[in-house]
């Protein structure tokens, strides 16, 4: 599975943006995909997460309500909406997939759990 994620930009506070991670490959394998970002000097941290088939979509905390992950099986594409963006949403985001079938929840939150990651796309976000 190859995983490219673009869609990232400058933007200012309060501002939009939506990201895209095109899947190609056996995209059989996969059961879901998430999204990750990682700022300069931290650790990649958990954003959203999304079933393949169904679509059922977890968050983290800090985006919950601002940010919408969503998919088009069709085009084995995963989509991150972000609205209300902040200067604390300014890290490069990455999207990956993994092969679990599990139900989602803890799980996902964490890196060493997905099996294929993307190039990542910067998102900056100016105050």
């Known amino acids: 599975v190859q995983l490219q994620a673009f869609g990232g930009g400058l933007v200012p506070a309060g501002g939009s943006l939506k990201l895209s991670c095109a899947a190609s490959?056996?995209?059989?394998?996969?059961?879901?995909m998430g999204w990750f970002r990682q700022a300069p000097g931290k650790e990649r941290e958990f954003v959203a997460a999304?079933?393949?088939?169904?679509?059922?979509?977890y968050y983290e905390d800090s985006v919950r309500g601002r940010f919408t992950v969503s998919r088009d099986n069709a085009k084995s594409t995963m989509y991150l909406q972000m609205n209300s963006l902040k200067p604390e949403d300014t890290a490069v985001y990455y999207c990956?997939?993994?092969?679990?079938?599990?139900?989602?929840?803890?799980?996902?939150?964490?890196?060493?759990?997905?099996?294929?990651w993307g190039q990542g796309t910067q998102v900056t976000v100016s105050s």
């Open positions: 490959g056996r995209t059989f394998s996969i059961y879901r």
């Open positions: 999304i079933t393949w088939g169904s679509g059922i979509t």
């Open positions: 990956a997939a993994r092969s679990s079938t599990a139900r989602l929840g803890v799980s996902d939150r964490a890196p060493e759990e997905y099996n294929y």
